[in-house]
């Protein structure tokens, strides 16, 4: 579980809606409504598979964000997809990834750049001849900043509006979705299977909305047929399908019964894979006309400032593997694992409070590296491909076991040609399990705890399956042998007319790469120069109260600076004593006041986490100061210079804190805390002086920059929460500039590269001119990938650039080593 801060951030999201899929509106069985195909010949469904170009297809997808890896890098993630065994790979598409800068209106696309999501469909469809599956929102949650709403969207926020506006029904939120969601459809049309010669990959599915349940507004189904008719009247006639959306499960409404509904799992703990079973018989009995799809199988989980990193969640391979084969032993002919590939939060793209890396431990991680679920994916892979055709009509499921271990967990399908598939898992996560069971086809056995989805902030939600009866089978109990490892499964296949001493157990095992026999030796950084922000030499200009960022096609989640030259008199300099500012969201200032630090009054700590103790469900009202100072006895009579560094603590992917801009709507002196008495005038800048001058640029001459020597020797804390060096704060926005040299990578030997860095300061990082995402002092990220594309090898020259504001403890690099990644399990392809 996670600790105190996001507990209370999910006790809010509880408050606000998040409630069981069963209690949103997931709907019995109904007078079912015929589905419509446009091109039945090359996509339909029905309540067993997908069929395709005539052939029935077991949908085995991975999920690789495009936007979360470099684009060099794309080609090496696609090919583990492919030789892992998947037919299928699949993305969301985030609007504000897209749409970066606000239109003039409405009806102006001309904003929209879709170039590299079409250069990644051409690779995935046409280089690696992979299926595609599309997911563009508008909300995508994802842990992806705004759950890809764009941050100027807030504008068009009707004023007086009461509650949520975001995915709700309100005319204006679905005008501009539809701006949104026409033109994505339009772009990509032309990129459906249906739109091209028999036998070539493209668009398959098309997601509307997501994970639907969990949110509270009111006119669902208003909103979901707008967005299901942009599709259609755009060009889309592919299936269209959402996830965790009761609305749609189920519907016997004209529109809403053409969209399928699919289930994600996020099970519980290591010996909850048997509730993927469960869940599975149970959307299937309920939505008994489309497949059984898991939009999102759990591939991992991702990692938050101040909490853990994603290698430390229980999901390991022995899990990845059996909620696979859980899941079709209940009857599911589409598995999409989420995530596949692990990324990184690039440029800050991250949700507000998330890491840098979107490692997710994932089956390719962030690095690229292969890590243990590869081989488990491999393996079902394998189970997929020799067994498709008999796989995807094949009927069963969960039964009862006669003289078997509380721990033996199992059941059966047999396919029209007769072939039984016999699954069995041992769900003990710690003792090996061996003997003789009694399968009896055809009875269900209820299960014997409660079943949860886990939400997106850790929580449990209760999920209510449907009360099952026996399923058709009416095969004679028969008895089967097993040797099942801790958290082991095991698939006996047994051909028609077989008995089951002829038949084969899968998985197979899989072969792992060696560790490369001479890994080169770390690099130890001995010093890095560093100069201090020279602020008066950023591009500054007046800018008035009420002023977004957005105002000032600022979308993204740069630093920028702020500056105030006021002139006072003696009592006005004795008497203001705090400096109050009004924010647009909670997010982070710091101050300088005639070059020294003013002192922090509120918030108390200012990290990536604390805005969730800020009143962050409530809108900021004019009279609320949510950063506030006390610069006594900084001011002085006479001109008084007043620097401010705004810190962009990201765009968060929920409610009222989704809903917000950013920026500083007003700022002044004051001689009480509670109201601002002297409002100030401001300059503003984009960025700090150093992004103006060029010093994130690798041949940018530093040599007239401080020399700072670092510690070279004892270990480099590889992870951990608050253990950055406590240094006394002595500016508002420091940069580093390290160079180093790595050898010739060998031409067979595939090896990834890592930054381990112990320094205090938030900020972003720069690899030879290209950023690599921010650096959070408070941790527990410690490791940053250094992608090879942007490395140089033999001997040539890197720099990496940190452009840090000075936070409570100063900014300050105390060791740094770049070095292979370690985990010798994962390296090598």
Known sequence: MMKKIVCMLALCLSCLGWISANEAGETKPQERVEKKFAHPDRIRYDGSCMTIDGKDVFIYSAAFHYFRC???????????IKEAGFNVVETYVPWNWHERTMPADINDHSKLDFADLRRWLTMAQEEFGLYTIVRPGPFICAEWSGGAYPRWLAKFRPEGLKGLWLRGDDPEHIRWSLHWFDAVCKELAEEQITRKPKGSKGIIMIQIENEYNAHWSKGKDVFLKALYHSAVNNGFDVPVFTCLTGECRGSKDPELSQVFDCDNYYVGGLSDAP????????????QPDAPGYVTELQGGWFSLVTQKLSEEHFADERSFRAIGFMSILGGSTGLNYYMYVGGTHIDGWGARGMTTTYDYNAAIRESGARGPKFYASREIGQFIQANEQQLVRSEGGICAMEGAPKSLFGGIRVATDGTKFI???NTDEHRAI????????GTFIKPSDPIYNIDQNGQKVLIQTEDEAADSLTLAPFEVDYDLPALAVKVLVVPPGKDLSQGEWWPKEQMKPLRPANMPEPVRIASVRRMEDPYEKAAWNEIAEQTSLSDLDI?????NLYRSQVK???????????LLFNMFTRDIVSVTVNGQQAVRLFPDKADAQTWTTRNCFDRIRPDEFDNRFDVSGLLKKGMNDIVVVYESLGHAHGYVPMEELAGIRQAGLSDTDKVITHPL???????PAGITLGWTEPDYPDAKWEVVKLNT??????????????????????????????????VDTWIPWLARINASGNGYMWLNGHNIGRHWEAGPQRDFYLPECWLNFGGKKNVLVFGLRQTGNGAAIKAMQVMPYPDSAEIGK
């Open 70 to 80: 470099p684009e060099e890098l794309w080609r090496d993630r696609f090919r583990s």
């Open 275 to 286: 509730s993927c079973a469960y869940r599975m018989s149970s959307l299937r009995k309920v």
């Open 423 to 425: 699954f069995l898992h």
């Open 434 to 441: 061996k003997g003789t069971t009694t399968l009896v086809p």
């Open 555 to 559: 979308n993204d989640f740069r630093y």
């Open 568 to 578: 006072l008199t003696a009592g006005q300099a004795t008497k203001e004593k705090y």
């Open 681 to 687: 005038e401001w300059k503003f800048a984009a960025d």
């Open 713 to 746: 020797t004892g270990d480099i804390p590889r992870k951990g929460n608050e253990i950055q060096p406590r240094e006394v704060p002595d500016g508002l926005f420091t940069w580093y500039r390290v160079e180093f040299e790595l050898p010739e990578q060998a």
